[in-house]
C-alpha cells in the first residue's frame, strides 16, 4: 500500500507545480514528476518479489517479475524525455523573444 | 470621476491566497478520490493468466531471446517500438527547426590538462561500455535505448572537458544526422525484410537464428538494437548540441 501512497503524493506534487507555479521551467519539472509517478506506481504493481525477466542459462528460474510492465514504461521513459525536450526548446525560443518565462507577466504582454 | 484601472496590491494577494487556498482544497480531494480508487482496485492478476503468462511461457522459444523485455520491445511489440524512435525522430526534427542557426557552437573553452588527459583515457572504455550494453540487449540487461544513452554521453563530456567546438569538428551534425537517418531505416528495413521473408512486417527473421545465449542469435533483435542506439544516440547530441549553440558566435 506504500506504493499508493508516494504514487498520490508524488502526483499531486506534479499537479501542483503545474497548475500553480507561474514559472515555466517549473510546470515543465511538474509534469515530469507526474510521469516519474506513473511510471514508479506501474514498476512498484507490477513486483510480485521476482527476479528480473531475464533467463539464465543453465538455470531454471522459477519466479519473474512481469515484463510487460517494465517494456512500457522504456517506452513512457524515452516518450517523456522527447517531450521535456521540445518543451525546453520552446521555451529557450519564448525567452528569446518576448524576455520572460513568467506566465503572469506574459499575460500582461499580451494586453 | 475616474475608474482606478489597476486593483489594490492587498487585494491581489488575497486573490492570490484565495486561489492557492482553492487548489489546494481540489488537489486534497483528487488525492483523496484517488486513494480509496486505490482501495477498490482488485490484486495483480498479470502473471496468472493472458499475455504476461505467454510471453513468460514461451517468450524464449518464439524469439530466442534471453532478456524477455527486449523480446517484447522488438518483437512482440517492434511496431509500437518503431512509433516510439518515430517520436523521438519528430522531436530531434522539432528542436533542430526551432533552433535552426548557422553559428558554430562554441561556448566554452573546456577545463583543465588534467581532466583532458583522463578523459582522453577513460573515452575509449565507456564508448566500449556502450557498445556492450547496446549488442548484449538481448542476453542481459540493457538495449538501443539505454546504449545509445551511454554514447550520447560521451558527446555530451566532450563539450563539457574539451570544450563545445571539439566534438563538432570531430563528428559534424553532417555525420549525426547519418548516423541517425541509418539507425532508422536499419530498422525499417528489417521490418520491410520481415514482410518478404516471413510475410508480416517487422516478423522476427528465422535464418538469422542461432543457438541461444550467443551473440549471434535471437533472429534479428540484435540488429534492430544496433540501429535503434545509434539514432538515439545521435539523436540525443543532436538534441544538445542545438541546445548550446545558441550563445556565442565567435571563431574557434
Known sequence: ?111 | MEIPTETQPEVEILNKLMKKTLISGVLIGVAFALYHNFALMPEYQGLNEGLSNYILKSGLNDTGSLNLITAVLYDYRAFDSLGESTVIFGAVSGIVLILSRKMLPVSSKGLSFIVKRTLGIMTPFIALFGFYVITHGHLTPGGGFQGGVILAAISIIFSIVYGSAFDYRRYSPQTKTALETGGALTFLGLGLAGILMEGAFLHNLGFLTAETGTLISAGSIPYINIGVGFKVGAGLAIIFYSMIQKTFEEDF
Open chain 1, 1 to 111: 500500500m506504500f506504493n499508493n501512497l508516494i504514487f498520490i503524493i508524488l502526483f499531486m506534487l506534479g499537479f501542483y507545480a503545474l497548475v500553480m507555479k507561474t514559472n515555466l521551467i517549473k510546470n515543465v519539472i511538474g509534469l515530469n514528476l507526474m510521469e516519474a509517478a506513473v511510471f514508479f506506481w506501474v514498476i512498484s504493481f507490477s513486483d510480485i518479489g521476482g527476479e528480473v525477466s531475464i533467463h539464465k542459462l543453465g538455470e531454471e528460474v522459477t519466479k519473474f517479475n512481469d515484463p510487460v510492465p517494465q517494456a512500457l514504461t522504456l517506452t513512457g521513459i524515452v516518450i517523456g524525455a522527447s517531450t521535456a525536450a521540445l518543451l525546453l526548446t520552446l521555451i529557450m525560443e519564448l525567452n528569446k523573444f518576448s524576455g520572460t518565462i513568467d506566465r503572469d507577466q506574459l499575460e500582461e504582454l499580451n494586453d
